[in-house]
Nanobody, 122 residues
Framework: VQLQASGGGLVQAGGSLRLSCAASGRTFSSYGMGWFRQAPGKEREIVAAISRAGGTIYYADSVKGRFTVSRDNAKNTVYLQTTNLKPEDTAIYSC????????????????WGQGTLVTVSS
């Protein structure tokens, strides 16, 4: 599966962005999907994960209540709605696909898309 993230940009603190990740192929619904981010000088971390049918969702504590992950298997797309953004949310956001139903560990993801940059100004 090939993945392409989009929707990043520059936003003021308190603002919102909707990130999208489009997948190629006919088996998108067989993958657990995840969003990760990597801030300058920091390690990549998981932000959110969603199961194959979307029924199970995981969020990192740092984004709970502010970010919402969803997927549309008919459109081969997974979304990350971000709200109340903070400067510490500034990072490159990437989507990834796992053959597991729901994965929260980076090494469980075999397929990675090109990231999209989110910059939050104070």
């Amino acid at each position: 599966v090939q993945l392409q993230a989009s929707g990043g940009g520059l936003v003021q603190a308190g603002g919102s962005l909707r990130l999208s990740c489009a997948a190629s192929g006919r088996t998108f619904s067989s993958y657990g999907m995840g969003w990760f981010r990597q801030a300058p000088g920091k390690e990549r971390e998981i932000v959110a994960a969603i199961s194959r049918a979307g029924g199970t969702i995981y969020y990192a504590d740092s984004v709970k209540g502010r970010f919402t992950v969803s997927r549309d298997n008919a459109k081969n797309t997974v979304y990350l709605q971000t709200t109340n953004l903070k400067p510490e949310d500034t990072a490159i956001y990437s989507c990834a696909a796992s053959t597991l139903p729901l994965a929260t560990r980076e090494y469980d993801y075999a397929y990675w898309g090109q990231g999209t940059l989110v910059t939050v100004s104070s």
